[in-house]
């Protein structure tokens, strides 16, 4: 299987590609349009501010050909965020394959959240084998509100959603290869999608 980590200078790269190597795949790091487009699944990570990650994705030359994508695609945190319509972090156009519009969360909880939350409502694939009160580890300030397109969801100041999915797209925002067992299990059923 041909897994290819979308290469744009984003964040916690190098903690995917191990997590993945756990599993058996030497994942490549590209930005080559046409390796991607060879490629059987692609990973869209990220960790960081998302005007300055669009930015980037533009640079690559990656901002047209993302949403164009049809292998399964899974965004991880921000990556996730960037699939959305648009982020109020720097006020950023997002890619908008996810209907979402990221938000800040406010003043009156610690920011970034940061640590071990529960998901629930797991209504996919993407969460096979995995039990409902599962814990995944997080580290963001801003979330996506819960949608049609939620298919987990969290909870920290408000309920929110802790992944989404739209046709071959899925995004979480927490960071499965920092998640143990059940990040682990996600990884391995996205592989399996």
Known sequence: ?????????AGNIQSVQ???ARLGIDALLSNDKELILTSDKIIFPGVGHATQAMKQLNAAGLTDLIPELKQDVLGICLGMQLLCKHSEEGDTMGLGVFDAEIKRFSNSVKVPHMGWNTIDNLKSDLFKGINTGAYMYSVHSYYAPLTKQSIAKTSYELPFSAA???KN????QFHPEKSSVDGTQVLTNFLNL
């Open 164 to 166: 989404l999915h739209h």
């Open 1 to 9: 299987m041909k897994v290819t980590i979308l290469d744009y200078g």
């Open 169 to 172: 797209f899925y995004g979480v």
């Open 18 to 20: 191990f997590a993945l």
